[in-house]
């Protein structure tokens, strides 16, 4: 079974600075492709980062320039790195991995941290 853990939230300044990380059990997060979802009270989950199989990375237009992916292959995590956070990046981030089972893809989620950005 393959459960995610993200944690590092907590509340920071607009400007600041956060880490998130994402570890698994059930899943080798060096091998798979990991995503960055959020969500805003009263909005749709949202991707905002992912990391391929090997390093390649992608952001959407909102964090582009602000947000970093990284893994840590040593320690099995993969890092959201998020720089100079506005108040609108306040949600709750979830790492999310998508695998095929058979003929399907499944998604993993994790529970979720609370990011909080205000003054």
């Known amino acids: 079974q393959v459960q995610l853990v993200e944690s590092g939230g907590g509340v920071v300044r607009p400007g600041g600075s956060l880490r998130l990380s994402c570890a698994a059990s059930?899943?080798?997060?060096?091998?798979?492709?990991v995503n960055w979802y959020r969500q805003r009270p009263g909005d749709e989950r949202e991707l905002v980062a992912s990391?391929?199989?090997?390093?390649?990375?992608s952001f959407s237009d909102s964090v582009k320039d602000r947000f970093a992916v990284s893994r840590d292959s040593g320690k099995r995590l993969v890092h959201l790195e998020m720089n100079s956070l506005k108040i609108e990046d306040t949600a709750v981030y979830y790492c999310?991995?998508?695998?095929?089972?058979?003929?399907?893809?499944?998604?993993?989620w994790g529970q979720g941290t609370q990011v909080t950005v205000s003054s």
């Open positions: 059930g899943i080798d997060l060096n091998s798979n492709a």
């Open positions: 999310n991995v998508q695998r095929w089972v058979g003929a399907e893809i499944v998604d993993s």
């Open positions: 990391i391929s199989s090997g390093t390649s990375t």
